[in-house]
Every structure is written in structure tokens, then in C-alpha cells.
């Protein structure tokens, strides 16, 4: 019978080891890859003039990536600044002044959200976001069909809500319900209280949930690409149009299969893609560890 338990638990032992060591090799699995398929761009191209150059012209060998990532960055920050601040205060409401009903309400309203396709919400963009930010642009003199970087943001912004709002209405109901009885009969108010003991307690989460929604936010493909343009350039003005890396492969990459040196090109760009989220989850990461040690 011991031997039939200690053959059990080294088979669950073993099991549960492959699994870890499995998940854990997937990333370095497919960096490699797109690596190697990216390398013979090297060959004629230095990694600095890839990424600092702004010309694109595959047919006469000149790719520069700086207008994609540009436009990636852009489109992400912009949409993180409209989604961070609305699902704080709102995951502060629904979990602290709101009702219970209401929250009861509100968790399959986001869970429907988080399960609508992103071609849905590019149909969404293109029907009600784009004319409006046309509309938008009129009332500063810009003439503009709406395709812009505004419109991706805005889109992203709203895609990226469910999963921030979840993430955050979750680590607000981690934190001790007598942290907060004590925090109040210490005299503070309500307000006080989240303030000093709900966000300070939570906030790790809090970034955490930010870290998760920016690196979706980046590497979002289908819905940028019906909003965004798709057009070259390196504007400050959220009425230009934009063209992410995302977007970048998804149009190109099936009919440029043919070209070699463009082919390692658009794998140099999802190898990028990768690097940059790999960088944004261990800076985010890291500052998680920061918060958490004060």
C-alpha cells in the first residue's frame, strides 16, 4: 500500500513538474523561433538602422520600424490613460459605495464584455467611433475620415476595460473586511478609509491589473487594424492615422511569404512585439515587488 502511494505521488510529482518546466519553456521556445526566422535580416541590415530608421520600402530592401513602434506605443499609452483611470474609480464605486445588487449586476455585464470578439468591437469602431472622432477633429479645423490613432485608442481603451475592472474589483475583495472596520473606528471616514487602507493595501494588485491591460492593449491586432488607418507615420496629433506592429503583420504577412528578406522582416516585427510585452510584464513585475517590500 506505501508503495503503491509513494508510485502515485511520484507520478503527480513528475507530472505536475512537466507541466511547470513545460509552460516555462514555451516563451524561450518561441523566441528562439522568431529569432531565427528574423536573423537573415541581419545580414544586410544592423539591428540600430531596423529600429531608428523610418523607411519603408520592402521592394527595395529598406525597413525601418520606427513608424510602427511609434504607432504602437502611442495607440497603448493613449488607451491605457482613458481605461486606468475609469476602472479604478469605477472598481472603487461597484466594491465600496455601490450597492451589492448593483455589483451582482455589473460581474456579467464585464464577463460579456471580456467575451465579445475583437472584430466586433472593430465593426463597433468603424460604426460609431470613427465618424465620431471625424466630428471631433471638425471642431479644430482638422479634416479627417476618423481613422486615426484616437479611434484605435479609444477601441483598445473599451476592450481592455472588462479585464482591468475584473483584475482590480478582485484584489479589492483580498484585502481583510477588518482592516477596514479598523480603519473606521479609528474616526476615519469612508473616504479615508479607501483611500489609506483599500488603494495603499491593494495597490500592487492595482498595478498589476494596469500591467496585464497595457500588454493586451499592445499587442492587440484585428480591432487597431480596422481604425487606425494604417498609413506611415510619426505624428503627435491623436487625429493622424498610425500603423502598429500588430497590424503590420496581420496585413502582409500571408502574401509576403515569398519574399525572403521580407519575410524575416515581419518575423523581426513579431520578434519585437515579443520583446517589448516581455519588458512591460517584468518592468511591471518588478515594480510589484517594490510596492509590496514598503
Not at 477596514?180 to 489609506?196: D, I, N, P, R, Y
Request: with cysteine.
Amino acid at each position: 500500500m506505501n508503495r503503491k502511494r509513494k508510485l502515485t505521488d511520484l507520478f503527480v510529482s513528475l507530472w505536475m513538474r512537466g507541466g511547470l518546466y513545460l509552460l516555462l519553456s514555451l516563451p524561450v521556445f518561441i523566441a528562439i523561433g522568431l529569432y531565427l526566422k528574423a536573423a537573415p535580416l541581419f545580414d544586410n541590415h544592423s539591428f540600430g538602422a531596423l529600429i531608428f530608421s523610418g523607411k519603408w520600402f520592402p521592394m527595395k530592401g529598406e525597413f525601418g520600424f520606427l513608424p510602427f513602434i511609434y504607432s504602437s506605443v502611442y495607440v497603448t499609452i493613449l488607451s491605457f490613460l482613458l481605461t486606468g483611470p475609469v476602472c479604478l474609480f469605477a472598481a472603487i464605486y461597484l466594491t465600496q459605495f455601490g450597492k451589492r445588487r448593483l455589483l451582482n449586476v455589473m460581474l456579467p455585464v464585464i464577463d460579456i464584455l471580456a467575451g465579445i470578439p475583437s472584430v466586433v468591437y472593430g465593426v463597433w469602431g468603424i460604426l460609431v467611433i470613427v465618424p465620431s472622432v471625424a466630428v471631433l477633429a471638425g471642431f479644430f479645423g482638422i479634416n479627417t475620415p476618423g481613422y486615426s490613432l484616437l479611434a484605435a485608442s479609444i477601441v483598445l481603451a473599451v476592450m481592455c476595460v472588462p479585464y482591468v475592472l475584473n483584475m482590480i474589483i478582485e484584489v479589492f475583495h483580498t484585502i481583510p473586511v477588518g482592516m477596514k472596520e479598523a480603519s473606521l473606528s479609528l474616526g476615519a471616514t469612508h473616504w479615508e478609509m479607501v483611500k489609506h487602507v483599500i488603494i495603499r493595501k491593494g495597490f500592487p494588485g492595482i498595478i498589476s491589473a494596469f500591467g496585464l491591460g497595457i500588454a493586451k492593449a499592445f499587442g492587440e491586432t484585428i480591432a487597431v487594424l480596422m481604425v487606425v488607418g494604417n498609413t506611415l507615420n510619426i505624428s503627435l496629433s491623436p487625429f493622424s492615422s498610425g500603423y502598429p506592429l500588430p497590424a503590420l503583420i496581420a496585413n502582409n504577412y500571408g502574401e509576403m511569404m515569398s519574399i525572403p528578406e521580407y519575410d524575416s522582416a515581419l518575423m523581426f516585427s513579431a520578434f519585437l512585439l515579443f520583446v517589448i510585452i516581455l519588458f512591460i510584464n517584468l518592468f511591471f513585475r518588478y515594480f510589484i515587488r517594490k510596492t509590496e517590500n514598503v
